[in-house]
């Protein structure tokens, strides 16, 4: 077998000499443009995941990387003058020039050509002569380029602006440095890569950047390995005090934008891409260099073990990209954290540096717990002492997810919420014993706050005709009852959220065809224009002045009942493609008139509601929002920003952040929490109280959440679904005795904690 590699990195030259160890018999040959000794960066970072895999795969290699590893278990934060450490990770670095030696050393010593100064030949060439051709070839490949109809590439240029140093200042542990300058918040991420030197990497947002003049600098042309002196210059200024004297040292160093690569595929024909020609990660996360290592091994396996190239490259993706695609994930979250890391600059510090230790979401309040018990309980006395401060009571170590919340004059006993659940078991809009069942046993299962599904405010505001409503007194009567149980039965509060299905209405239950239109008994349905959520659904009737006022009394109405049963809380659901959501999107709201347009003419419908409702509910008010519509030219998370504010200014006390499902276009970033960065981006710029929603499941979560200020209460939906006590038992999981159980379960309550001693 003849295989080449294009580019001399660490993907490529670890693919070869496991490829040419596996079998000695291939012919292996690596091109690299530069010369042996030519490198860019100064250090490289492994997890000791990474370094377990490399010495399974390698243990030669690995033998001699370990001998120049500098380890540490630290990380420093020193934001605008205060300083936190916290311990118990496991890191490793190497000097990136070291790096490429041994792993060029080695792939000579195997009998792999390896080709310094020497361009690789034309792809086709490369593809004719060869049974495997390795795109090593980085961030801007050209084979990656010359093959985008196959590999289907996105690359998209971020807006935060870095640049790359090394520094003689011994730093001992990875350190984070924030400061203050008057232009703005600049930030360097530091970690040493032997015993003298240590990568110093700035960073700032591309306003502040402009805002310094840097923009000129970067517009300054450089020779090829020239540094940017005037950057380096400005940069030594603004972190003299941290740098003691020492000096930043460049290496072709000047500003950047980082380039996230993602590829639909990663192979075409014979030809597979490695490294930073498939994907890129954030540095803030870790370092490129482990993801092409680890790319290395599963390609080299993956040919070893299947029978043809074409089944080796299947498999490889099969194994790489969801592996990938996960930590691109979080990747992306510390990105877009960095990138508006100047909104977080007026928290205390004890959540600053809290947040940023959870940013990619992949390090958790629990997992920290794990790492260093002793930060985690600073943490845990600050948030008792903040929440005392606020006239709540709460014991130190109390879990962040159990400490008390108030909501004007509402108490509530943890930040658990059970979020709206659609159940589709109402008969003529009226609840029924399902209801009480439904939210009886999760209110008496722990959770602070229990919501009702979306209670229409009249007959045709219904989504299906399964759906409950609040439109006469008979159905406020039965809503009553609920009420009555969940008050008396447990320390829960009840929301009744209000809602209108608008073009979204008229439509099957969930299970018999969501989203699908009736066959029959179908109901006239509004909008704010006439364009259909689907092109199976029906048209809705533009909405008159009349249609509005009708709407807007109806709200009011219905909360009056609500009242008058005794709800605690009142949400209006301008979320999820329903009647407001509708107006408040551009994809749907076409109108002309003071309704439509701007953002302020399309949020004039859902503040009327608001200003109508809360001039006679005199309780805490939360609205439900889409904060994007995940759609080229839809709402957007800037919008809901705005909108936030709007919403505050009307009386609104706290923002349900939800996304999406305004449009059959929307192409949501799925994953674990990823709506809760729209909840922690409106509170942090607004102020307001914000809930999360979505893909919330643990312990884990919810604690870290709310330990980080990245919202106020945590709404879980599908959990409660199938764990109706997930409250209790998660005061259970963290044998935590402050939270009350109902006297009827305390009995099993102590059988499942002894159970539990070892």
């Not at 690789?120 to 593809?127: C, E, F, R, S």
């Not at 200042?169 to 440095?177: A, E, H, I, N, Y």
């Not at 032997?194 to 502040?208: K, L, N, P, Y």
């Not at 949400?571 to 076409?590: I, Q, T």
Request: charged residues 25%; hydrophobic residues 40%; glycine residues 8%.
């Amino acid at each position: 077998m003849k295989i080449a590699s294009v580019g001399g990195g660490p993907g490529g030259l670890f693919s070869a000499i496991l490829l040419k160890k596996s079998d000695p018999t291939r012919e292996i040959t690596v091109y690299e443009r530069n010369a042996a000794d030519d490198t860019f960066g100064f250090g490289v970072v492994f997890s000791q995941e990474t370094l377990d895999n490399i010495a399974d795969a390698d243990p030669e290699s690995f033998g001699r990387i370990e001998a120049g590893f500098r380890h540490w278990s630290a990380i420093d934060t020193d934001f605008l003058g205060v300083r936190e450490r916290s311990d118990g990770h496991a890191f490793a670095a190497l000097e990136r020039k070291r790096l490429l030696a041994i792993l060029g050393e080695r792939a000579l010593e195997l009998g792999v050509d390896v080709r310094y100064r020497t361009p690789a030949p034309a792809l086709a060439d490369l593809q004719r002569d060869n049974d495997l051709v390795i795109a090593s070839d980085g961030v801007n490949s050209p084979i990656r380029t010359a093959l985008a109809e196959h590999l289907h590439p996105s690359v998209d240029r971020r807006s935060a602006k870095y640049v790359w140093f090394g520094t003689t200042r011994p730093f001992d542990c990875f350190t984070f440095l924030f400061v203050e300058t008057e232009f703005g918040l600049f930030w360097a991420h530091i970690y040493p890569f032997d015993s003298r030197r240590a990568t110093f990497i700035v960073e700032t947002d591309e306003q502040t950047w402009r805002r310094a003049g840097l923009d000129a600098y970067a517009t300054v042309a450089r020779k090829p390995g020239e540094n940017d002196e005037a950057t380096m210059a400005f940069c030594e200024r603004i972190f003299a005090e941290h740098l003691d004297g020492h000096a930043l040292i460049g290496n072709n160093s000047g500003w950047l934008s980082f380039t996230v690569i993602r590829n639909r595929s990663w192979s075409a024909d014979n030809v597979a891409l490695v490294g930073d020609a498939a994907h890129t990660a954030h540095f803030s996360i870790g370092s490129g260099t482990k993801l092409a290592l680890e790319d290395a091994i599963s390609l080299a396996a993956s040919v070893h073990r299947e029978p043809s190239i074409e089944a080796a490259l299947k498999a490889y993706e099969d194994d790489r990209q969801p592996v990938v695609a996960s930590l691109q994930r979080s990747a992306q979250t510390s990105l877009e954290w960095f990138e508006g890391a100047a909104r977080y600059r007026d928290l205390p510090p004890e959540q600053f540096v809290f947040q940023l230790l959870t940013r990619s979401q992949r390090v958790t309040y629990d997992n920290l717990k794990l790492r260093d018990v002793s930060y985690v309980d600073r943490l845990d006395r600050w948030l008792a002492d903040r929440t005392r401060a606020l006239g709540l009571s709460v014991v130190d170590g109390t879990p962040p997810m159990f400490h008390p919340y108030t909501l004007r004059g509402v108490e509530l006993a943890n930040r658990i919420v059970v979020s709206p659940m659609a159940q589709y078991s109402a008969v003529d809009g009226m609840p029924t014993d399902w209801h009480l069942v439904h939210l009886g046993g999760r209110a008496v299962g722990g959770a602070g706050l229990v919501m009702t599904e979306m209670t229409c405010t009249s007959p045709d505001a219904r989504i299906t005709p399964g759906c409950p409503g609040i439109w006469n007194d008979e159905q406020a009567a039965a809503w009553g009852r609920v009420v009555e149980f969940v008050h008396a039965n447990s320390e829960a509060k009840i929301g009744l959220q209000l809602g209108h299905a608008g073009r979204k209405g008229s439509t099957k239950v969930m299970w018999e065809g969501i989203d699908d239109p009736l066959d029959d008994g179908n109901w006239e349905i509004l909008g704010p224009s006439p364009i259909p959520y689907r092109s199976d659904s029906a048209v809705p009737r533009e909405m008159t002045q009349d249609d509005i006022d009708a709407v807007i009394t109806d709200h009011v109405a219905a909360a009056q009942r609500a009242a008058a049963v005794g709800f605690d809380l009142l949400e209006l659901h301008f979320a999820h493609g329903y009647l407001v959501s509708s107006f408040m999107s551009p994809l749907s709201n076409h109108r002309t008139d003071g309704y439509g347009g701007d953002l302020a003419g399309r949020a004039r419908f859902g503040l009327e509601i608001l200003d109508a409702v809360r001039a006679g509910w005199t309780g805490p008010i939360s609205v439900r929002i889409s904060a994007t519509d995940w759609v080229d030219g839809g709402f957007t998370g800037d919008d809901a920003v705005a909108l936030a504010r709007m919403l505050a200014e009307h009386g609104a006390d706290i923002v349900d952040v939800s996304t999406g499902q305004t449009s059959t276009d929307a192409e949501p970033a799925y994953g674990r929490l990823y709506q809760t960065p729209f909840a922690d981006r409106i509170r942090q710029e607004t102020g307001i109280p914000t809930m999360t929603v979505g893909a919330i499941a643990s312990v884990e979560d919810a604690n870290t959440i709310i330990a980080s200020g990245r919202a106020d209460l945590c709404c879980l939906a599908r959990p409660h679904l199938v764990d109706p006590y997930w409250t209790l038992n998660a005061a259970l999981d963290q044998d935590y005795r402050g939270h009350p159980a109902p006297k009827q379960y305390r009995a099993g309550m102590g059988a499942r904690r002894r159970a539990q001693q070892p």
